[in-house]
Antibody
Framework: QVQLVQSGRGVVQPGDSLRVSCAASGFTFSAYGMHWVRQAPGKGLEWVAVISYDATNKYYADSVRGRFTISRDNSKNMLYLEMNSLRGEDTAVYYC?????????????WGPGTLVTVSS | EIVLTQSPATLSLSPGERATLSCRASQSVSNYVAWYQQKPGQTPRLLIYDVSTRATGIPARFSGSGSGTYFTLTISSLQPEDFAVYYCQQRSNWPPLFTFGPGTTLDFK
């Protein structure tokens, strides 16, 4: 069965950097696009980024473009989100999620989330 | 950037009633529209994709429709487990950028 296991929570100061990770199993990881979606405490969902199955293409929400980088290692079935110049408004639970089908598709499986807190 | 608005923000109904949730886009979108359900403490669950296709394992009481800038999710007869927050999502044609609506809370009347 599909499993997405995420790294633990992170607490950082404004301006800091942090990498969150997601270990995938139960499906052919290298065949699917993958997403990061975040949810601030008590708020709605915000799509962050998507990466193609082969990592050649990456797309970002305006709110994170230039500060965040999505990447993957298909040899290790791992997805990453490198976050730089973090701000208070980046405080959220970050979910990794699998595309439903090939290409840039909706998300059908989600990880449990990683809480990232940006505070001085 | 396409902005999605959902209405109503909160919908109070009773089990057995019909629920109609709306999602409006700031400009015409392709058929890349999906609906998700999220219950407290849980991750979102894909219900509907490509406007009207039910995801795997989703009961037939859930249906989606719409085109252009206006889309709806209908739950034909509410079950107790359907009370949750519902989000619509769209994907732009190219580049493939995704946007969620702010959500509709469906709660017990």
């Amino acid at each position: 069965q599909v499993q997405l296991v995420q790294s633990g929570r992170g607490v950082v100061q404004p301006g800091d950097s942090l990498r969150v990770s997601c270990a995938a199993s139960g499906f052919t990881f290298s065949a699917y696009g993958m997403h990061w979606v975040r949810q601030a405490p008590g708020k709605g969902l915000e799509w962050v980024a998507v990466i193609s199955y082969d990592a050649t293409n990456k797309y970002y929400a305006d709110s994170v473009r230039g500060r965040f980088t999505i990447s993957r290692d298909n040899s290790k079935n791992m997805l990453y989100l490198e976050m730089n110049s973090l701000r208070g408004e980046d405080t959220a639970v970050y979910y990794c999620a699998k595309s439903r089908a090939g290409g840039y598709n909706y998300t059908d499986y989600w990880g449990p989330g990683t809480l990232v807190t940006v505070s001085s | 950037e396409i902005v999605l608005t959902q209405s109503p923000a909160t919908l109070s109904l009773s089990p057995g009633e019909r629920a109609t949730l709306s999602c409006r886009a700031s400009q015409s979108v392709s058929n890349y529209v999906a609906w998700y359900q999220q219950k407290p403490g849980q991750t979102p669950r894909l219900l509907i994709y490509d406007v009207s296709t039910r995801a795997t394992g989703i009961p037939a009481r859930f249906s989606g429709s719409g085109s252009g800038t206006y889309f709806t999710l209908t739950i034909s007869s509410l079950q107790p487990e359907d009370f949750a927050v519902y989000y619509c999502q769209q994907r732009s044609n190219w580049p493939p950028l995704f946007t969620f609506g702010p959500g509709t809370t469906l709660d017990f009347k």
